[in-house]
């Protein structure tokens, strides 16, 4: 019996946001790609819409539905409610192992043709995701199949999330030196600050920030790190002695520090292609220093026990092999390594230039990978089928 997909596919994504920010980045950028690029109805359903509404101003926090962008933005209140089988998407995919409502999974197993249902997994860079991306998990009690979908760095994962075009929209506006200055001029930056060595941080509290302010405080050339609102805040509260809302800066020696409104996605990507340097985190802004072709360091969100370290290692043996200072100093940034962040800084920012010149090879060879949105349409095209050739 051929199946076919409604048309358009339909498409739920659930994403429960962590600590106020957590991975409603990645599960709106994946929503909106697989809506304009690949013609799929997506819902987005997601449970704290004020988060949301930091990268994405049109979010209307008091709406239980909306449509953004060509998405169904749903508010995912709670756990409960009942569904009727049409309610229910081709493909359902619940981000990081979030529990879906009971009474949507009930409805899902109702559905004649059942839908392919993914747990859309974290990013790491450790091999035994090669072995665990794709595989099945039935329900115990229901006639249902979860598979593991695993984002990546390897052929034999996911890969990562990169809208078409992207590259091209990159390096457009890294060749156009007045379309950058109009940019950094829309975020408040003088002439001077624009010329200046130009860092964005992005990092979790821990990060140790004051560390590195004393350092390019007394740097021989004019920096200008932009933070945005809300972010390293005691340290930037420090160096400004004021409080650290959008828009308040000062200067001490060599170093500016400028704190940033939240800006929208599209935007924190021409930061991040207009900085010389960047300082990102957790799992969408690292993917987005990578496709922004400049020097980064991450952040990585932290685990119990330290298994961040385990993670953060296995990225930094595929990227940095070749640039020791780079995995020193991330080692430090990430408290992986007691060191000396003057050395640590000196011998990264000698090596800066290299790292920078690596930056387009790694691209390519991620994007041999293949992206995201479409290695997860094709294998739920491969599991569709599949369940086409079992008898009903
Ligand atoms: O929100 P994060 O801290 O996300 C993390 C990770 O996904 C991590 O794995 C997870 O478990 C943890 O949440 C709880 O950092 P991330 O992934 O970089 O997402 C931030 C998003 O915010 C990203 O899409 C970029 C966007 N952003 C803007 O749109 N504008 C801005 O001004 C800034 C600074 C960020």
């Known amino acids: 019996m051929a199946l076919s997909y409604s048309s ?38 997601v449970d704290d819409l004020r988060s949301f509404q930091r990268i994405c101003p049109e979010v209307q926090c008091e709406a239980d539905v909306q449509c953004i962008a060509g998405v169904t933005v749903r508010h995912w209140r709670d756990q409960a409610g009942t569904f009727a089988p049409a309610e229910i998407a081709d493909i359902v995919i619940e981000f990081f192992a979030c529990d879906i409502p009971p009474g949507y999974i009930e409805a899902m197993a109702t559905r004649p043709i059942k839908p392919v249902w993914l747990n859309l997994e974290g990013l790491t860079a450790e091999e035994w995701v090669e072995g665990c991306h794709r595989l099945p998990s039935m329900h115990p009690r ?7 979908f695993f984002p990546g760095f390897t052929a034999k994962t996911g890969g990562l999330l990169c809208e ?61 790190c932009l933070v945005p609102e809300g972010v ?17 800066s000062a200067t001490h020696g060599a170093l500016t520090v400028k704190v940033l409104p939240f800006v929208p996605q599209p935007d924190y990507d021409r930061l991040l292609w207009a900085c010389d340097l960047n300082f990102v985190r957790g799992e969408d802004s690292f993917v987005r220093a990578q496709w922004a072709a400049r020097p980064f360091v991450w952040h990585i969100y932290p685990q119990d026990e330290n ?39 000196t011998a990264l920012q000698n090596q800066l230039p290299e790292i920078a010149d690596q930056a387009d090879r790694w691209q390519e060879s991620m994007l041999a990978n293949g992206d995201l949105s479409c290695n997860l349409l094709r294998f739920a095209a491969d599991l569709r089928a599949e369940q086409g050739k079992k008898p009903v």
């Open 8 to 45: 358009p596919i339909t498409l739920a994504l659930f994403c429960k946001v962590v600590d106020n920010y957590g991975d409603i980045g990645i599960c709106w950028r994946l929503a909106r790609q697989l809506q304009h690029e690949h013609g799929v109805a997506v819902t987005l359903w």
């Open 142 to 148: 229901l006639p249902l199949t979860k598979h593991f």
């Open 164 to 224: 078409a075009g992207l590259h091209a929209q990159r390096q457009a506006f890294q060749a156009d030196r007045a379309t950058q200055q109009a940019f950094l001029q829309r975020l408040g930056l003088t002439p001077e600050q624009s010329a200046a060595f130009k860092i964005s941080l992005f990092c979790y509290p821990h990060a140790p920030v004051r560390s590195l302010f004393a350092l390019w405080q007394a740097a021989t050339q004019a920096v200008t």
């Open 232 to 248: 390293a805040v005691e340290a930037v509260q420090a160096f400004l002695q004021q409080p650290p809302i959008a828009g308040a």
């Open 307 to 345: 298994l961040h370290h385990v993670k953060l290692r296995a990225f930094l043996q595929r990227y940095a092999s070749a640039f020791p200072s780079l995995a020193q100093f991330s080692l430090y940034w990430n408290g992986a390594l007691e060191a000396d962040p003057v050395a640590c800084w």
